[in-house]
């Protein structure tokens, strides 16, 4: 009796902390989406009051008490889970000094207009000691962490937990090494693709494109909306994941791959048991697990040849062109060796764009990089990897937000969700008959496969057992690069 | 030294209470005016959580060791204020059990949907009993505050905290009196005024022109936007302070005077200080005068003949309609006696939707009327102040929604805030040329004139000190009664 009652209170605590984490969700959605930009000043108070008491939350001397007094206990695989999700964040959380939790939150509130203006000028230098303050901070936090472990091992599970770093860092290595010879190819090739858009498209056009497509995937409007923002993201919970997509005038395949991306992560979270909702049990696995998902949507479904022959008259419908599936099979992957920035890379050469990020980083946090090497390292492996140079460390070195942020170690989580898309899709391929399928529109059994083998589960497993149980094997380059090879080997006739 | 340090660590101990509170807001904007339906579970746990964390903010034992420890220190005019506000709400939030807090909650959650059903069958036998227990509960909850007080007077400080129950029933009291002689002349008045309206007006069309008109009077779009609510209402804070409306396709100038309406709270929001964010400094009023804001600018300025004159041209560009100054001015005073509908009535009628409501509330919350009384006491008010019956309680006692919230005291701020309204407008005319301010759409001098007596002080003034201060008197009917006298009287020639 003593034993539930405890598991209760510690429950409904946990429960909590989520339901304010969730409202910290929904204000950064709005902001993002809905703001006026006048609001910055109270919402950034606003957020950072909510984000102190989850923190307070998490920490609160209870749950440690609660802990102690679970871990005698008898408890069932969901109760197991629950504890094992909430006393890892418990632990990390409490061992990480108040002081540098707030030097962290100050150091990166100032970092990014900073970073704004050095990317803007094209200098790093104007940035490079405000990232070397960030990098020694981050430092610290790693080893208050856990201070003999590789602090970017540490880093590293902030965004997925249970991988490991020695995994990530060699499954990344194949990748790279896989791809390499792969884009050379690519690049030598005589072959041109197909280019069917030219002309400026209409914002509502595109829309009720991104719409009609959402609908024919299964998104559950009645939980969820879709609007415009420059970065798309998804959020929400499983009774309201929204999306956001960006529309550009000369190339309606990026909204609608954007569009499809982000389904890809709503999807995962509204197929979460809702009875679970505030628990782990309730929440989605880490950034590995979800971007697997929004990378099998986009790449794995949306630039297949099938999808293109189901999909090509709604295009027509909308956007008015007349549109050949092969053509559009071809538009939606073409690779461009010779492109600098990463949200703009296609399916190959992006892998390459964050393995020189991870590279950078990594050495950064281990200290085998000093800061003012990394423009000089980063249009090297530029070079050495895709063939060119940036011209200003704007559209080099500068271009992504996150290390301004203060966050390493995120970057990885890109490359192996997509690295798991395609075992995923070798799994579900196993079971049925994909292409015939998406041929067809018949995008329902497709997402039950997933949902019953990921999205169910939310936090009951750890990432390597999810993946064991839906894929039968541990996270490997491997599928991903057969995938590759046979799909742009077809394509580019290399 | 150490009065500092308590004061300085009591405003932020403030501030952190009122980010909560502003977030618990922006989570109610989005669940009303941007949320899919499906999201209700979720977003209710979130809120209620930013609820209960407000309320252990405001109730902390932290909070009454400082105003102990405040008490007996010199305090500028500024930081009294600060305690006079805090102080007044954490003594009421404290006298309170959490057990009621809790009781009471549940029950409005569940009243909801009963009164929701009652309604839509007409019904009050369905919903007698849930009122019953709801003014129950708030009895207990007035006593829990002070049991030797007029229950009525202490839910009335709820939502007005400052002017006292008495000063508010004679101004009541007054207002009727006054109002139902001049209501019953201008139904028994020949004039038949303008209808220039026929046919339906598109949404965009309508958007169009609130947009316009909220351009003209001076909004900042910068800190606020304009989106549509079943029930329009603003929210937010003085960096983003939004408005809503609706839009009825036969009636454009039920939309644009919702608008202004709104404005009227939001330029209000706008004009509070932004160095007192987050402190009683830099919030607004309670009901009473943020009423007067959306009143004065939604009547005295938008409801004047002035303003059609320097606006027809404007309704013409966007609705297309011909419309003569004189017939859009008719239009939009039109006195309706036989509308049942509260929120469909005109300026004059309001006040008797208001007036019995209040009666009917206060009597109940006194013991000196019985529930079941309510839809027969209710029929025989409009009987005797309209002269109109409603045929089932879905228009009549049911039509609202404040009393299934447990909302017992709320009504008299509508017309409290009318009353003061128009001795503002007296007040500004002593300075300033309104009328030609307004036909010539310059009404910066006006928003100067509020944000210099009103807006700028936020909470520093004490209701009543505020109306002395910015019109020299004490809250008066007179002023509302002389103005609708010679305006309706000119208007129906009575």
Redesign the interface.
């Known amino acids: 009796m003593a034993v539930d009652a405890d598991y209760d209170a510690f429950l409904d605590h946990v ?2 902390l989520t ?2 984490g ?3 969700s ?2 950064m959605w ?1 902001q993002e989406v ?10 950034s ?6 984000s ?2 989850h923190h307070e939350l998490l920490t609160d001397d209870d749950v440690a008490d609660w802990l102690d007094d679970l871990a005698d206990v008898d408890l069932d695989d969901g109760q197991q889970a629950v504890v094992r999700e909430v006393s890892r964040k418990h632990e990390r959380a409490s061992r990480v000094p108040e002081d540098l939790v707030e030097e962290l939150s100050e150091a990166t509130a100032n970092a990014h207009p900073v970073w704004a203006e050095a990317k803007e000028a094209g200098d790093f230098s104007q940035f490079a000691d405000t990232l070397e303050h960030l990098v020694d901070l981050r430092r610290e936090y790693a080893a208050a962490i856990d201070p003999d472990r590789d602090p970017y091992g540490v880093l590293f599970e902030e965004y997925e937990p249970y991988l490991g770093i020695d995994t990530a860092e060699a499954v990344l290595t194949d990748l790279r090494e896989g791809l390499v010879p792969l884009i050379d190819e690519v690049a030598d090739s005589d072959v041109d693709l197909a280019t069917p858009f030219d002309g400026e498209y209409d914002t509502a056009d595109q829309r009720a494109l991104s719409e009609t497509a959402l609908d024919a995937l299964g998104y ?6 879709l609007d415009e923002a420059p970065h798309p993201f998804s959020s ?5 994941a ?1 999306v956001t997509t960006r529309y550009q005038p000369t190339d309606p395949i990026d909204a609608l791959s954007s569009t499809i991306h982000e389904f890809g992560h709503a999807t995962y979270t509204q197929g979460l048991p ?1 009875d679970h ?2 628990t782990p049990l309730g929440q989605s696995r880490d950034l590995v697990v979800h971007e697997s998902q929004s990378r099998f949507w986009e790449n794995h479904v949306a630039r297949s040849r099938p999808f293109w022959e189901y999909f090509a008259g709604t295009v027509v419908d909308h956007l008015g062109t007349p549109a050949d599936p092969d053509d559009l099979y071809e538009a939606a992957n073409t690779v461009h060796p010779d492109t600098l920035i990463r949200v703009e890379a296609d399916e190959l050469t992006y892998h390459l764009h964050v393995a020189l990020r991870f590279e950078i980083e990594r050495d950064l946090i281990r200290g085998d990089l000093d800061v003012d090497e990394v423009p000089g390292v980063w249009n090297d492996k530029m070079d050495d990897y895709l063939g060119v140079r940036p011209e200003d460390d704007g559209e080099g070195c500068l271009q992504d937000i996150h290390w301004s942020h203060g966050s390493f170690g995120y970057f990885p989580t890109y490359s192996l969700g997509s690295v798991l898309a395609a075992q995923l899709d070798e799994a579900i391929r196993a079971n049925r008959d994909v292409d015939a399928l998406v041929r067809e529109g018949k995008f329902g059994p497709i997402r039950d496969w997933l949902r019953e083998q990921v999205h169910r589960h939310g936090c009951r497993y750890t990432t390597p057992d999810l993946i064991r149980s839906a894929t039968g094997t541990t996270l490997d380059a491997d599928p991903f690069l057969s995938y590759a090879r046979e799909k742009y080997g077809n394509l580019y006739d290399c």
């Open positions: 429960r909590r339901y304010v969730d409202a910290g929904v204000l709005d809905m703001m006026p930009e006048g609001g910055t000043p109270a919402r108070k606003q957020r950072s009051a909510l102190g008491l559950d409007w009645d939980r969820g909306r929400g919970t499983q009774f309201d929204r809702e909702y505030g």
